[in-house]
């Protein structure tokens, strides 16, 4: 399959699983000095490959494609050139949006959340699109697979677009179950000392 039917693939699968609801949220895969992106003001489940952008890495300046480059590119190509990231998923998930509006940061209700990198925390506000965005968001993803965006979303990273669509999942769950955790009381947060021992547990499982 290639980049650009990958990227309309799972475009589709997030139209399907709610994580994106018109033309919100963008996703984006790297090869090389070149970044297959989905196109702005298009459904995510509409697309066909050849509507798909390709930009330069370093530039913006668009290569391939039918389509003008979605607005979060400047975001998308700050986060390339500054991780090891090969693809990028963001959406405006409904969990994932409410934490971003009402918390500064996501604190680990679950072990699973070391699969994101532990603590996600939330970027600054910016508008959409713009250079102060990709900054933040940049900051926020210092050491982690996830970031949420203050009144505006989620992003995710990974080493593929399968990758990084699962981590956006995974955010999503991590985010409903501490806002669905909220309604019945205070979540209980699991310490660094917990964390480490599922860490631990991880890297020496116990013999069989």
């Given at each position: 399959m290639s980049l650009r039917e990958q990227l309309c693939e799972y475009g589709r699968r997030a139209v399907e699983l709610g994580l994106v609801i018109g033309t919100s949220g963008n996703l984006s895969v790297r090869e090389g000095d070149l970044v297959t992106v989905t196109p702005s003001g298009a459904p995510l489940d509409r697309l066909t490959p050849e509507l798909c952008p390709v930009v330069d890495l370093t530039t913006g300046k668009r290569v391939a494609g039918e389509l003008r480059p979605s607005s979060e590119?400047?975001?998308?190509?700050?986060?390339?050139?500054?991780?090891?990231?090969?693809?990028?998923?963001?959406?405006?998930?409904?969990?994932?949006?409410?934490?971003?509006?009402?918390?500064?940061?996501?604190?680990?209700?679950?072990?699973?959340?070391?699969?994101?990198?532990?603590?996600?925390?939330?970027a600054e506000y910016a508008t959409y699109g713009t250079p102060e965005l990709a900054a933040n968001v940049r900051q926020a993803l210092e050491g982690k697979r996830a970031a949420l965006m203050a009144n505006h979303g989620g992003v995710t990273i990974g080493a593929t677009l399968e990758e990084a669509f699962e981590a956006t999942r995974l955010l999503e769950w991590l985010c409903e179950v501490y806002v669905r955790g909220l309604n019945i009381g205070k979540p209980n947060i699991l310490t660094e000392d917990q964390l480490a021992a599922v860490i631990e547990r991880t890297l020496n499982p116990p013999p069989l």
């Open positions: 590119t400047p975001m998308h190509l700050a986060i390339y050139q500054t991780t090891d990231a090969r693809a990028i998923v963001h959406t405006h998930s409904v969990f994932g949006t409410v934490v971003a509006t009402t918390m500064t940061e996501l604190p680990p209700v679950h072990y699973n959340a070391l699969m994101l990198g532990g603590v996600v925390k939330v």
